[in-house]
């Protein structure tokens, strides 16, 4: 009977893993977050596995070899294989691509989660000076100006506030260049 099951992938080997089993039209489920990077000074968001080595794929097991499976690159072997396989219930896998789902739609606005979530969202590199606007939280749609990146994640902004001008920190991804 077709079920899904847990894949233990070799390190850093889950994309290949997956490009292998879609060639075999075996189904697999990697789940993903996005996770934001600073690279050479620029902010990216890169999807990242959610279980890093980890995969689900859907089979059955007697239609379709274990040991085809086992030999596939990027694959290293499927979790509680022994005499009997353990499946993986689908409510369980279901409820893992809602919450993924939800997680994106989140963080990336509707017209980039139609594309799916992108291997790079590039972000332009803010410097002293450069007026910005609020997206989103208690500041939202107000200006400012960029003051200096304060990490990663966060950065320092000036803007005026009854007739005063006033620094606080904020997550960098709730602003934009104006």
Same mark, same amino acid.
């Given at each position: 009977?077709?079920?899904?099951? +847990? ?6 080997g889950e994309a290949r893993a997956v490009h292998h089993l879609t060639l075999?039209? /075996?189904?697999?489920? %990697?789940? #993903? ?16 596995? &959610? ?26 072997? @499927? ?8 499946? @993986?219930?689908? #409510?369980? /896998? ?8 939800? &997680?994106?739609?989140?963080? +990336?606005?509707?017209?980039? &989660? ?6 790079? +969202?590039? #972000? ?17 749609? %107000?200006?400012? /100006? ?11 902004v000036l803007f005026e506030i009854m007739g005063q001008k006033k620094r ?6 709730? /602003?934009?260049?104006?």
């Amino acid at each position: 009977m077709k079920a899904w099951y +847990l894949l233990y992938c070799k390190p850093r080997g889950e994309a290949r893993a997956v490009h292998h089993l879609t060639l075999q039209n /075996i189904e697999s489920y %990697l789940p #993903t977050i996005c996770e934001e990077k600073k690279v050479k000074g620029q902010i990216s968001i890169k999807r990242i596995p &959610l279980f890093p080595s980890y995969l689900f794929i859907h089979f059955d097991p007697q239609v379709t070899s274990v040991a085809r499976i086992h030999s596939t690159r990027g694959v290293g072997r @499927i979790i509680g294989c022994n005499e009997s396989m353990t499946p @993986i219930d689908d #409510t369980i /896998i279901h409820s893992i691509r809602m919450r993924e789902h939800k &997680l994106l739609s989140e963080l +990336l606005p509707a017209s980039e &989660l139609s594309k799916g979530c992108l291997e790079s +969202l590039d #972000t332009v590199e803010l410097s002293f000076g450069d007026p910005i606007m609020f997206t989103d939280g208690p500041f939202a749609k %107000l200006e400012g /100006i960029f003051d200096e990146a304060n990490g990663d994640k966060r950065c320092h902004v000036l803007f005026e506030i009854m007739g005063q001008k006033k620094r606080v920190s904020v997550p960098r991804n709730s /602003i934009k260049p104006v």
